[in-house]
Nanobody
Framework: VQLQASGGGSVQAGGSLTLTCAFSGGTFVNYAMAWFRQVPGKEREFVAGINWAGSRTHYADFVKGRFTISKDDAAAMVYLQMNSLEPEDTAVFYC??????????????????WGQGTQVTVSS
């Protein structure tokens, strides 16, 4: 399985970005997908996840109401729509895939496949 994340960039506070993760090399609908983020010197943290069916989503408390995760099974893509961005959202964002159960997990070690990361920078 390969994951290719894109869509990062630089925006001002209050702005929006949409991250995209392209999945290949496996059966996409078997996987729960998630976005994590990491800032230098800190551990990678869970941002949002979606289950294999696309019927359930889960968000970290710090993004609820601002970010939306979705997926397109036909295109094997996962998206993270980010609105009302804050300087504290500045990080490298990673997409991840897990086929252990197909259900969402917030535990980083339960994701077996990772994209290369895309930088999001929010200025005040």
């Amino acid at each position: 399985v390969q994951l290719q994340a894109s869509g990062g960039g630089s925006v001002q506070a209050g702005g929006s970005l949409t991250l995209t993760c392209a999945f290949s090399g496996g059966t996409f609908v078997n996987y729960a997908m998630a976005w994590f983020r990491q800032v230098p010197g800190k551990e990678r943290e869970f941002v949002a996840g979606i289950n294999w069916a696309g019927s359930r989503t889960h968000y970290a408390d710090f993004v609820k109401g601002r970010f939306t995760i979705s997926k397109d099974d036909a295109a094997a893509m996962v998206y993270l729509q980010m609105n009302s961005l804050e300087p504290e959202d500045t990080a490298v964002f990673y997409c991840a895939a897990s086929d252990r159960t197909g259900h969402i997990t917030t535990v980083m070690s339960e994701y077996d496949f990772w994209g290369q990361g895309t930088q999001v920078t929010v200025s005040s």
